[in-house]
T-cell receptor, first 118, second 117 residues
Framework: ETGVTQTPRHLVMGMTNKKSLKCEQH?????MYWYKQSAKKPLELMFV???????ENNSVPSRFSPECPNSSHLFLHLHTLQPEDSALYLC?????????????????FGEGSRLTVL | AQSVAQPEDQVNVAEGNPLTVKCTYS??????LFWYVQYPNRGLQFLLK??????LVKGSYGFEAEFNKSQTSFHLKKPSALVSDSALYFC???????????????FGRGTSLIVHP
């Protein structure tokens, strides 16, 4: 148990569906991240939120839409996805992003949401 | 810009033998260095970190890593490998500047460790 919970763990959706991935952290952290992990590819950083403000957006297609309503919750809204979007989507949180008295800021990851787009 | 390289896609070792998973980094500033492990169909788990001080750091599951500033390396080691250590290992670097700004970590591509019985 890492303190970061992702739901659902598995999701199958058609290209015309709309679905959402949810992430919740119980660690009191102030930064949250979405990563995409595809087979045979490096870990891809998608979005970073610090204190509920988006601070990083790595040219992610608009069919992925993040939402961070508070420092404990992070969503990834999905619509009109493509088969190549099938991957493991990992949420992570950390403490100390962009602060003077930051600690070492290691990331704590959830177990991931395995997405299959048909 | 910061970067991290894991030169080996896969490392094979026999159970009971020592193992090393390599990592080198490139940063401007003082690096914070991390190792993570990922078991199949799971998220990444934090193993250990180097911040400052002793160059040899110890972490979970008997792993340790040695920080070498002159070689800009942070290799992961374990004296005696177990079959259960078979997993994907990621090195990451995060640069903390004197101004207090904290940067997003950069991950290596990962190294698959296979421990044979």
């Amino acid at each position: 148990e890492t303190g970061v919970t992702q739901t659902p763990r598995h999701l199958v959706m058609g290209m015309t569906n709309k679905k959402s991935l949810k992430c919740e952290q119980h660690l009191g952290h102030n930064a949250m991240y979405w990563y995409k992990q595809s087979a045979k590819k490096p870990l891809e950083l998608m979005f970073v939120y610090s204190l509920e403000e988006r601070v990083e957006n790595n040219s992610v297609p608009s069919r992925f839409s993040p939402e961070c309503p508070n420092s404990s919750h992070l969503f990834l809204h999905l619509h009109t996805l493509q088969p190549e979007d099938s991957a493991l989507y990992l949420c992570a949180s950390s403490q100390g992003f962009g602060t003077v008295d930051s600690n070492t800021g290691e990331l704590f990851f959830g177990e991931g949401s395995r997405l299959t787009v048909l | 810009a910061q970067s991290v390289a894991q030169p080996e896609d896969q490392v094979n070792v026999a159970e009971g033998n020592p193992l090393t998973v390599k990592c080198t980094y490139s940063v401007s500033g003082n690096p914070y260095l991390f190792w993570y492990v990922q078991y199949p169909n799971r998220g990444l788990q934090f193993l250990l970190k180097y911040i400052t001080g002793d160059n040899l750091v110890k972490g979970s599951y008997g792993f340790e890593a040695e920080f070498n500033k002159s070689q800009t390396s942070f290799h992961l080691k374990k004296p005696s490998a177990l079959v259960s250590d078979s997993a994907l290992y990621f090195c990451a670097v995060r640069v903390i500047h004197a101004s207090g700004g904290s940067y997003i970590p950069t991950f290596g591509r990962g190294t698959s460790l296979i421990v044979h019985p």
